[in-house]
């Protein structure tokens, strides 16, 4: 009965103008988050390591004893791609929001009239894969008997909801929804 309601639920979302503002707001959101390029610091700073790894490479090729050397460089390639792995990530949110700038409430409308046709096809696993890809939680208020479904989409809004990257890295954004009827 619960699982029901909650389909009942996502289906009418789906088609409600109020969740698609609500959504189209929080994509503007995000996109606003995002407008500089958040890495632009952080490049000049790999670039610098990187001339002193160079640097410390022809120093210690002419050490008797390179060791200490060598544990240095070591230490500053760990650093660099570290920051080179948060370039990347911080590069991948930006383009994301960059997706966002010419969305309307007419993009987003498509995009859930898709998943909600998508949706009516699919099989048990499937549709299961799909809703714990867009549901973040569910909760239920113990004394009212209310829920509240908090729905979690990825910013860049295309119909993909598998990522082989890691889903933490796909910026998200949230949208929540009463649930009544059970």
């Known amino acids: ?34 407008r500089s390029d958040p890495a632009e610091d952080l490049r000049p700073e790999v670039v610098k390591i990187a001339d002193q790894i160079s640097k410390m490479m022809g120093m210690a090729s002419q050490l008797e004893d390179p060791a200490p050397a060598l544990r240095e460089i070591d230490i500053l390639e760990k650093k660099r791609k570290t920051l080179v792995a948060e370039i990347q990530k911080q590069a991948q949110e930006y383009t994301s929001a960059a997706l966002l ?8 409308t498509s995009f859930l009239s898709g998943m909600s046709e998508n949706m009516e096809g699919m099989d048990r696993e499937a549709l299961k894969d799909l809703l714990s890809s867009i549901i973040d939680r569910i909760t239920l208020d113990p004394v009212s008997h209310e829920a509240e479904a908090s729905y979690r989409f990825a910013a ?18 949230f949208v929540k929804s009463k649930i009544v009827g059970f």
């Open 1 to 34: 009965m619960i699982e029901q309601a909650v389909l009942d639920q996502l289906s009418s979302d789906l088609k409600s103008s109020a969740f698609i503002t609500a959504l189209t707001r929080e994509a503007q959101k995000f996109r606003e988050a995002h």
């Open 101 to 108: 700038e010419n969305y309307t409430e007419s993009h987003v």
């Open 156 to 173: 860049d809004l295309r119909n993909k909801m598998a990522s082989p990257r890691g889903f933490d890295l796909i910026p998200q954004f």
